[in-house]
């Protein structure tokens, strides 16, 4: 049984019915729901119950995944531009949540520039992920992915406050990855379909 997607069920069913939520009993009944969420998450993670009092902030709309968006890039050598983590000391790809008032190729444009400093279009994209679909470690959020290959325009390698240095790596001797970001079989995938035009957008 895949306990973590369970409690992602519970917590989304839960959260909503707060919001369409008729009267007292139902309220009182999903808040139950909610509860027992939390509980879940955090036996399974094997933490008190108050560390995940930020991840259950009170509901105002229907819950939806939250997307994250990431961009392949390819130099002249068939290199890929990465960015080590100052949170984890690891790497990946360039990119992050996606901003409210942009669209994601706008953020993932942004993103690459300001975790990298390679300026960057979006070229099409490549992949769109469901995380659960995926070895990535657990994390409460339920989450897709949407994969970008884009094209390096200008610009000078640099990292920023969250990034300790951003260098171009070969696939055959990637540097060790944030895993709860980026996989290596996802690496190697995008890239077989960025040098593959003709294939269509994988989708889970």
């Known amino acids: 049984m895949d306990y973590l997607n369970t409690f992602k069920k519970i917590k989304a069913l839960a959260e909503t019915g707060l919001v369409y939520a008729q009267n007292g009993y139902e309220v009182e009944r999903n808040q139950e729901l909610v509860d027992l969420s939390k509980e879940l998450m955090a036996a399974i993670a094997n933490e008190p119950i108050k560390a995940f ?9 229907y819950p939806t995944p939250k997307v994250d968006v990431r ?27 996606a901003d409210i008032g942009h669209s994601p190729s ?3 444009v ?16 490549l992949a769109i992920y469901d995380k659960r679909c995926h070895p990535h470690p657990p994390q409460p959020w339920y989450v897709y992915k949407i994969m970008f290959l884009c094209i390096p325009t200008g610009g000078k390698l640099r990292g920023n406050f969250d990034i300790d240095e951003a260098r171009w790596f070969n696939l055959n001797s990637l540097p060790p990855l944030s895993t709860d970001r980026i996989l290596e079989s996802q690496i190697k995938e995008l890239v077989h379909l ?8 994988v989708c889970d």
């Open 53 to 61: 009092d930020t991840y259950y902030l009170p509901p105002k709309e």
């Open 71 to 97: 961009a392949l890039i390819l130099n002249e050598d068939g290199e890929i531009l990465m960015a080590k983590e100052k949170m984890d000391g690891l790497w990946s790809i360039p990119g992050g949540w």
């Open 106 to 108: 706008e953020v993932v």
């Open 110 to 125: 942004k993103e690459v520039e300001e975790e990298t400093g390679i300026e960057a279009k979006v070229e099409r994209v």
């Open 194 to 201: 960025a040098n593959h035009p003709e294939f269509p957008v």
